[in-house]
């Protein structure tokens, strides 16, 4: 009798073990379809009527025809004929120039080369001018902020807004040249395109908690000199949980809930004791996410920005903000963790952020 209860209960459990297996090799099985799905919807060629109604550059002219011919020296450096667009995000136009230009003009065409019948006129108010640098911004873990693009003027560097409205993923190229007051036009570079598709990898979709940075940026400790000559060491206390959702359409959410403690600095200083403010946190971000299969690349976009201990931070991002740059950011599995690793510029040095995230 107890042999046949042994059996009969080791029996139910391999059933049951076997249908929670197949039940995930099911659910996985939808996630990894969906993704060749998405991927498989960037091979597609964007017609000229979508790129004619689905692409904006603000104040740029719409000029009937193709631009003028170049002429003349002008210095045109590009660093690439290939870039990722996102949609509803669109994408940044990027180049340098050593010349006093006046604007630029930009042909859209399909990836066949059918051009559109009007050419893009962008002045020189409409561009963007300076080297693109990170600075620390709203995002609240502390041990990793993330950071909006802000301009440091150079003179050298300028970059054009593309905003798209319904552009779905697929390829087009565009033609781009410079001018400037003496009607000297540069030479015309060829530049595709490809809109990603939201999503793009089962592996790295699910519910993710942040655990560790592999750079040694979550050490609490910190000293700071005092005015008296001695110095007092600060260690940090916080009680805050980062989590990350990737969900398999591609879009995307974050959570940040807890409480971290924010350095009085002058204070400190003065009396030599340390003195910090307690910052409550339940913040939420909303968006999108791609992610770049050939190079292993992840790109989110926020949407929204929701802080549920004061309604009057909210936003809406209606063209996008970048977090993650799939120019900068990578992301894959490494023994059943999520690696997301970042680099960025803050103007004056270049940093790199190994973040390691734990499936809920």
Not at 165 to 177: K, T, V, W
Request: aromatic letters at 12%; proline letters at 2%; one cysteine or more.
């Amino acid at each position: 009798m107890k042999i046949f209860k042994i059996t009969f209960l080791m029996t139910v459990l391999a059933c049951l073990t076997l249908s929670c297996s197949k039940s995930d090799d099911s659910s996985s099985n939808v996630d990894e379809n969906l993704a060749e799905q998405q991927n498989e919807t960037e091979n597609r060629t964007i017609p000229t009527a979508e790129l004619q109604s689905g692409i904006r550059i603000k104040d740029a002219i719409s000029k009937t025809g193709t631009p003028p011919s170049p002429s003349g020296n002008l210095d045109f450096q590009i660093s690439t004929d290939k870039q990722e667009a996102f949609q509803e995000a669109g994408f940044d136009i990027k180049f340098s120039t050593l010349d006093n230009i006046q604007g630029v003009y930009i042909l859209f065409q399909d990836s066949d080369g059918n051009k559109l019948e009007n050419y893009l006129d962008v002045p020189l108010s409409a561009l963007q001018t300076g080297k693109f640098v990170r600075t620390k911004e709203k995002k609240s873990n502390k041990h990793y902020k993330s950071s909006k693009q802000q301009k440091t003027l150079t003179g050298d560097d300028y970059t054009i807004d593309v905003d798209f409205d319904n552009i779905a993923p697929g390829n087009f190229c565009y033609e781009i040249c410079l001018y400037d007051g003496n009607n000297n036009i540069s030479a015309i570079q060829t530049i595709c395109v490809e809109v990603e598709a939201w999503g793009g990898n089962s592996e790295i979709s699910g519910e993710w908690v942040f655990d560790r940075s592999a750079d040694g940026d979550d050490e609490s400790d910190y000293e700071v000199t005092c005015q008296n000559g001695g110095t007092v060491t600060v260690t940090y206390n916080d009680d805050e949980t980062w989590t990350l959702v990737l969900n398999a359409d591609g879009s995307y959410y974050e959570t940040y809930k807890g409480f971290y403690e924010e350095l009085d600095y002058e204070a400190t200083a003065s009396t030599c004791t340390v003195v910090t403010n307690k910052v409550d946190v339940d913040d939420k971000y909303t968006g999108n996410w791609a992610y770049n299969e050939d190079k292993e690349t992840l790109t989110i976009i926020d949407f929204k920005y929701e802080n549920f201990l004061d309604a009057s931070e909210n936003e809406t991002y209606a063209d996008g903000e970048v977090y993650f740059d799939g120019n900068n950011t990578t992301a894959k599995i490494i023994s059943s963790e999520l690696v997301i690793v970042d680099t960025y510029f803050d103007g004056i040095e270049t940093y790199t952020e190994t973040l390691i995230f734990k499936i809920k």
